[in-house]
């Protein structure tokens, strides 16, 4: 625990605490909507965002917001309109954002290896204390977000037809969860990478839905499954010199496969407890 005394330990703490509970407040509706994969495409699009800011020498991380959203949103857009499907504007999105990314970062005065491996797979340590109130302001606006708008997110990503005809704003929510997810990638970049931002919004729902039932308590328990494995990965990391955006992923996995476990044990021994019982026959013939 003597690294805590360090400001930049402190520091990556701070931020991996902020990300690890906005990600899976917003995961869990991307997740039921079957979005778990937009992550990684916008976090190739917030490539091209670092790849703009280290060319202009501004901040990566704002610059990164920026095209991100403006990526997300074009995505939405041309989701909505019907005449690309989901598929096909995540594949665009992928393919464009890691192209520009690369070509960007290489044209800038900062192209060697470390400067783009830093946002392709995380470096907390190396956050400044700019990239901490970013980071937090970024992060609590996407948490109250999340938590404001619950009911209404929640009916659109279970049905967006009935959402629409209870006179929901759709579009408006739908812009909504895109911008709050390229935010939250972006953000997220500098805890788990651009590579495996994904994970820290996906994994922890994953986990918290196989020991809960309703949607409130899965985003808690996912919330609490997130905000463990990132505090707990950047000590970790610090303790045993690895990278804290891949422990933490594999302290999130380590979860999943513990509440798995627990979940099936929790099941088999409730069946043995309730009795079998045997529905009546539909038809009974006397003789």
Known sequence: MDLLTYPFMLRALAGA?????A????????????????GDGIGHVALTGVGVGLLTHQS???????????GAVAVELVRERGRTSGDLALALLFYGGIAGGVVLVGLS??????????????????TSPQD?????????????????????LFALCNDEEYARVSGLPVRTLNLLLAVTTAVTVTIAMRTVGLLLVSALMVVPVAAAQQV??????????????GICAAGAGVVLSGQIDTAPGATTVLLALAAFLITTAAGALWQRRRRAATPAQVEPPDVVIHA
């Open 17 to 21: 605490l902020i990300i690890g509970l």
């Open 23 to 38: 990600a899976p407040a917003l995961g869990i509706y991307l997740v039921q909507r079957r979005l778990s994969l937009i």
């Open 60 to 70: 990566p991380v704002l610059t990164a917001v920026l095209v991100s959203v403006a």
């Open 109 to 126: 005065d900062d192209s060697s290896n470390a400067s783009l491996m830093q946002y392709l797979f995380g470096s907390l340590i190396t």
């Open 132 to 152: 901490i109130a970013v980071i937090a302001g970024l992060g609590v606006a996407v948490l109250v977000a999340m938590l404001l708008f619950r009911p209404a």
């Open 212 to 225: 809960t039932r309703g949607f409130r308590s899965t985003m808690a328990v996912a919330m609490l499954i």
